[in-house]
């Protein structure tokens, strides 16, 4: 379906801590209001080449990496599976600049942590929508 609807993958950091908590729900906001994004699996992505999803991330205009740090694991995944000049990459700590000494997401109420995650996901919406306009799409 997201094929057909060519929609745009949206990848996120899935990592156990509070910087890829909150960019994987910001992940999750930017897919879900924004009808031309989808949420997409990077671990079908990567380990399952066959896939329906796999096929779908590979074969569309362009994917969103939202990276929790500077690691970019996920980007190094995405870019490993996805042409490079295709992905857009966006590493969503520098977008709230807090808790650089905190690892653990349970250190974080979840109200405070989603709270980051839409301030986060605002931003990268109105990036996304930047682009977009200015490449008249």
């Known amino acids: 379906q997201n094929m057909a609807e060519k929609k745009i993958p949206v990848f996120a950091c899935e990592g156990p801590c509070l910087r890829g908590e909150i960019a994987r729900l910001a992940a999750n906001i930017v897919a879900k209001e924004m009808p031309k994004y989808a949420r997409c699996c990077y671990a079908e992505v990567a380990l ?8 779908w991330a590979k074969a569309a205009e362009k994917a969103v990496v939202i990276d929790g740090c500077f690691l970019e694991c996920i980007g190094r ?27 653990l997401m349970d250190d974080v109420p979840e109200d405070e942590r989603k709270a980051v995650a839409r301030s986060v996901a605002d931003k990268i919406i109105s990036k996304l929508k930047e682009q977009s306009a200015s490449k008249g799409l």
């Open 77 to 103: 995944v995405v870019n490993n599976v996805v042409e490079r000049e295709k992905v857009i990459h966006i590493d969503a700590h520098p977008l709230y600049k807090k808790y650089n000494d905190v690892f």
């Open 48 to 55: 399952v080449p066959h896939s329906a999803m796999a096929r």
